[in-house]
């Protein structure tokens, strides 16, 4: 049974540092893997989707890499904001029909001014 | 585009009571996907459709139903509520065409069960 697990469960740093978030799988057969950010009370809004066959996506300060081979992605914020305090989220796809994904718990991230 | 909603935001039900959460995208999106979000847990798929007649279960379908009978909207069903059903719950779609099934979500439904 796929797992998704990921660290750190919290994190808090200050303005401007560069930060790493780690999402473990279990199982390597993904289709695709998804980050998302969600804000309290708020749902998920989709960051950035990396398909089995990418090693990596960026979109403005996210890098999202892809390590199949080892079950690993991580998403790598540059010089973070205030403003980028959340919990971000990931999610692997198990196939190609669409139907099947399994979410990570989630690490809340603070940045502080 | 509003892109996927749901109705209504918040609720509260008594234990044995019925109630339908809804979710209407306008996106012409043809997956649609029930999860529900427990605190500090990830979300857990319940339902999923690929497109309008066609529903499946996901991996906690127990007391919940969905129909599909339009592209545009996905209910979900709360036969006889019980606390554990206590939960958020978000409605997603995506698009198989792009082959990527990027998932979009609505704003979620709180719901408590008391």
């Known amino acids: 049974k796929q797992e998704v697990t990921q660290i750190p469960a919290a994190l808090s740093v200050p303005e401007g540092e560069n930060l790493v978030l780690n999402c473990s799988f279990t199982d390597s057969a993904i289709y695709n893997l998804q980050w998302f950010r969600q804000d309290p009370g708020k749902g998920l809004t989709s960051l950035l989707l990396?398909?089995?066959?990418?090693r990596e996506q960026t979109s403005g300060r996210l890098n999202a890499s892809l390590d199949k081979s080892s079950g690993r992605s991580t998403l790598y914020i540059a010089a973070s904001q205030p403003g980028d305090s959340a919990t971000y989220l990931c999610?692997?796809?198990?196939?190609?029909?669409?139907?099947?994904?399994?979410f990570g718990p989630g690490t809340r991230l603070s940045v502080l001014p | 585009n509003a892109g996927v909603t749901q109705t209504p935001k918040f609720r509260i039900l008594k234990i044995g009571q019925s109630m339908t959460l809804q979710c209407a995208q306008d996106m012409n999106h043809n997956y649609m996907y029930w999860y529900r979000q427990d605190p500090g847990m990830g979300l857990k798929l319940i339902y999923y459709?690929?497109?309008?007649?066609?529903?499946d279960k996901g991996e906690v379908p127990n007391g919940y139903n969905v129909s599909r009978s339009t592209t545009e909207d996905f209910p979900l069903r709360l036969e006889l509520a019980a606390p554990s059903q206590t939960s958020v719950y978000f409605c997603?779609?995506?698009?198989?065409?792009?082959?990527?099934?990027?998932?979009?979500f609505g704003p979620g439904t709180r719901l408590t069960v008391t």
């Open positions: 999610a692997v796809s198990l196939s190609n029909y669409g139907q099947n994904f399994v």
């Open positions: 997603a779609s995506s698009y198989s065409g792009t082959g990527d099934y990027e998932q979009y």
């Open positions: 990396i398909q089995s066959s990418q």
């Open positions: 459709s690929v497109g309008a007649g066609i529903t």
